[in-house]
């Protein structure tokens, strides 16, 4: 069984970092032909793509949030982990971990999602 858990602080100032970490069990996230991806969604509005990063490692991000983000893992612990900065001033966004299979190998699309993680953005 294939399960993701965020975790991570439920406040942060906008001047912070934030840090969220996605802990896989069920699947090695150095299975081939998968990415873990980062998704936030602010209340009321639309999913937004974060960024991903591979089954070897290999990462992509928003381009809208490139200059402020970061994701790395910790194949030891099964972990992949979202580092953003700036983030918005006001907000309270929901933030995912998901799961993408290669269209091809995996059959395409997000399979597996994490219940997802509050975080308020307040100064």
């Known amino acids: 069984q294939v399960q993701l858990r965020e975790s991570g602080p439920g406040l942060v100032k906008p001047s912070q970092t934030l840090s969220l970490t996605c802990t896989v069990s069920?699947?090695?996230?150095?299975?081939?032909?998968?990415?873990w991806s980062w998704i936030r969604q602010p209340p009321g509005k639309g999913l937004e793509w974060i960024g991903y990063i591979g089954d070897i490692g290999s990462t992509y991000y928003s381009p809208s949030l490139k200059s402020r983000t970061s994701i790395f893992r910790d194949t030891s612990k099964n972990q992949f982990t979202l580092q953003l900065s700036s983030v918005t001033p006001e907000g309270e966004d929901v933030y995912y971990c998901?799961?993408?299979?290669?269209?091809?190998?995996?059959?395409?699309?997000?399979?597996?999602w994490g219940q997802g993680t509050q975080v308020t953005v307040s100064s």
């Open positions: 998901a799961r993408w299979g290669d269209p091809v190998v995996r059959g395409g699309g997000y399979d597996y």
């Open positions: 069920g699947v090695s996230i150095t299975t081939t032909f998968y990415d």
